[in-house]
């Protein structure tokens, strides 16, 4: 393995901000130096203007395979993700099969090895994700796993909710929800309220989502387990949130791009692009997601990444498959939407979704020595313009096309191996 050096860039992680070069050899940070030291290696990355910063994690992958290997695979996936800068990324379960068992948990992780990312997998809660018997928990999380949703769907039954709870709390694992009570959102494509009506489109009330965020935080009080609310959308489920955390309870949340910079307005045009569940909600559920973001109400940023096969995208907005691509686009949607300084972005995509996941003794946290050599390069002044045709997912997918983002990757390394130079995948 060839020695890098990272040269110039101003490194930002966990413990703060400094001008430095740092050298990796044998797969390791070697060195932090102070800036425009003599640090010498076989390669040397250039990061004059750049920010130098552990990976980035994503939380909500979904990589397609095994199952539907036309929209994605995990090495289409992972090339996708090593470009958006991400160094570890978590594969949900809602394949075909479901990832509810150790041999297809086996299956995606041996896909993952050799690819451009560090490939970790969710498991099902519940056997085929279907709600009503669990999942193997324990043999999975001897494999590894560490969170458990059926995302996709929401857990419907509590009382099955319930023994979850109690299982993973002695596994030590997490569960995740994909928040959704059927019976209120049966039949909506889009967020009900006035675009809906406007566009005669059935819509999802929002408290579809939020009474399974209060029927779960309740089962966490009730049994002490942890959870972790997926791609939350409203208002009051982030307020939700904010009163378990202040009640001590074990509580996170991830909220995704698409809610942060969009809203049911984009719906006008009927464009399935747009469509994604839980859906594109209000003005008011945006600014309050955004605001969620800043005061750390919400742990991270997670991508969502949905790729779909371009015949079913293209087929009438209510029978369209919901969901849209992430991994290339999520970090300069964060630097161009929020208001935030670029450290707290960087918490918000790699160091605390490492936490969440239980990734942190390899992914984010510090820039050290000692440390596994995964890294990201960021030229946080770059603009672009997102282009589908040139996304490396086997979908195009994306609501984003057309529009100019500022921040880009300038390079990945992953276990000290550059996979990304100058914005170009190495394999």
Same mark, same amino acid.
């Given at each position: 393995?060839?020695?890098?050096?990272?040269? &110039?860039?101003? /490194?930002? +992680? =966990?413990?703060?901000? $400094? %001008? @430095?070069?740092?050298?990796?050899?044998?797969?390791?940070?070697?060195?932090?130096?102070?800036?425009?030291?003599?640090?010498?290696?076989?390669?040397?990355?250039?990061?004059?203007?750049?920010?130098?910063?552990?990976?980035?994690?994503?939380?909500?992958?979904?990589?397609?395979?095994?199952?539907?290997?036309?929209?994605?695979?995990?090495?289409?996936?992972?090339?996708?993700?090593?470009?958006?800068?991400?160094?570890?990324?978590?594969?949900?379960?809602?394949?075909?099969?479901?990832?509810?068992?150790?041999?297809?948990?086996?299956?995606?992780?041996?896909?993952?090895?050799?690819?451009?990312?560090?490939?970790?997998?969710?498991?099902?809660?519940?056997?085929?994700?279907?709600?009503?018997?669990?999942?193997?928990?324990?043999?999975?999380?001897?494999?590894?796993?560490?969170?458990?949703?059926?995302? &996709?769907?929401? /857990?419907? +039954? =509590?009382?099955?909710? $319930? %023994? @979850?709870?109690?299982?993973?709390?002695?596994?030590?694992?997490?569960?995740?929800?994909?928040?959704?009570?059927?019976?209120?959102?049966?039949?909506?494509?889009?967020?009900?309220?006035?675009?809906?009506?406007?566009?005669?489109?059935?819509?999802?009330?929002?408290?579809?989502?939020?009474?399974?965020?209060?029927?779960?935080?309740?089962?966490?009080?009730?049994?002490?387990?942890?959870?972790?609310?997926?791609?939350?959308?409203?208002?009051?489920?982030?307020?939700?949130?904010?009163?378990?955390?202040?009640?001590?309870?074990?509580?996170?949340?991830?909220?995704?791009?698409?809610?942060?910079?969009?809203?049911?307005?984009?719906?006008?045009?009927?464009?399935?692009?747009?469509?994604?569940?839980?859906?594109?909600?209000?003005?008011?559920?945006?600014?309050?997601?955004?605001?969620?973001?800043?005061? &750390?109400?919400?742990?991270?940023? =997670?991508?969502?990444?949905?790729?779909?096969?371009?015949?079913?995208?293209?087929?009438?907005?209510?029978?369209?498959?919901?969901?849209?691509?992430?991994?290339?686009?999520?970090?300069?949607?964060?630097?161009?939407?929020?208001?935030?300084?670029?450290?707290?972005?960087?918490?918000?995509?790699?160091?605390?979704?490492?936490?969440?996941?239980?990734?942190?003794?390899?992914?984010?946290?510090?820039?050290?020595?000692?440390?596994?050599?995964?890294?990201?390069?960021?030229?946080?002044?770059?603009?672009?313009?997102?282009?589908?045709?040139?996304?490396?997912?086997?979908?195009?997918?994306?609501?984003?096309?057309?529009?100019?983002?500022?921040?880009?990757?300038?390079?990945?390394?992953?276990?000290?191996?550059?996979?990304?130079?100058?914005?170009?995948?190495?394999?």
């Amino acid at each position: 393995m060839k020695s890098i050096v990272i040269r &110039g860039g101003e /490194v930002v +992680d =966990a413990t703060g901000t $400094r %001008r @430095a070069d740092v050298l990796v050899e044998d797969g390791r940070i070697a060195a932090v130096a102070a800036d425009g030291s003599d640090l010498a290696a076989d390669v040397t990355l250039d990061a004059g203007g750049c920010v130098v910063a552990p990976g980035l994690v994503d939380v909500h992958s979904h990589l397609r395979q095994p199952g539907a290997e036309e929209a994605e695979t995990v090495e289409t996936g992972a090339r996708a993700a090593a470009l958006g800068g991400y160094t570890c990324i978590l594969a949900m379960p809602n394949t075909t099969p479901a990832i509810d068992s150790a041999g297809v948990a086996r299956e995606v992780l041996d896909l993952g090895r050799g690819t451009c990312c560090d490939v970790r997998t969710s498991a099902a809660i519940t056997v085929g994700r279907a709600g009503t018997q669990l999942a193997p928990m324990a043999e999975l999380a001897a494999l590894g796993v560490r969170l458990f949703t059926d995302d &996709g769907n929401g /857990v419907q +039954d =509590a009382r099955l909710m $319930r %023994r @979850a709870f109690e299982y993973a709390r002695g596994l030590g694992v997490t569960l995740a929800q994909h928040c959704e009570d059927e019976v209120l959102s049966a039949g909506g494509a889009m967020h009900e309220g006035a675009w809906s009506s406007r566009l005669g489109v059935p819509g999802q009330p929002p408290e579809a989502e939020e009474v399974m965020v209060m029927r779960d935080i309740a089962l966490a009080r009730m049994t002490g387990g942890r959870v972790h609310f997926q791609h939350l959308s409203t208002r009051r489920s982030i307020d939700l949130v904010a009163a378990a955390k202040a009640e001590g309870l074990a509580v996170t949340c991830e909220a995704t791009p698409h809610h942060f910079t969009l809203t049911d307005a984009a719906c006008a045009g009927y464009d399935p692009a747009f469509k994604v569940n839980p859906p594109l909600r209000t003005d008011d559920d945006v600014a309050a997601v955004r605001a969620g973001l800043g005061a &750390g109400t919400v742990d991270c940023i =997670a991508t969502d990444h949905a790729p779909h096969a371009p015949e079913t995208k293209e087929r009438p907005f209510d029978q369209a498959p919901p969901g849209m691509l992430g991994l290339e686009t999520a970090l300069a949607l964060a630097l161009t939407q929020l208001d935030l300084p670029i450290a707290e972005v960087l918490a918000l995509m790699s160091w605390r979704p490492a936490a969440i996941i239980g990734v942190d003794d390899v992914h984010g946290g510090s820039v050290a020595e000692g440390r596994a050599a995964h890294l990201c390069v960021i030229d946080p002044t770059a603009t672009w313009t997102v282009d589908a045709g040139a996304l490396a997912s086997r979908s195009r997918n994306t609501p984003y096309a057309g529009m100019t983002l500022t921040g880009r990757v300038r390079h990945t390394v992953l276990g000290g191996e550059a996979v990304v130079v100058d914005a170009e995948a190495q394999r």
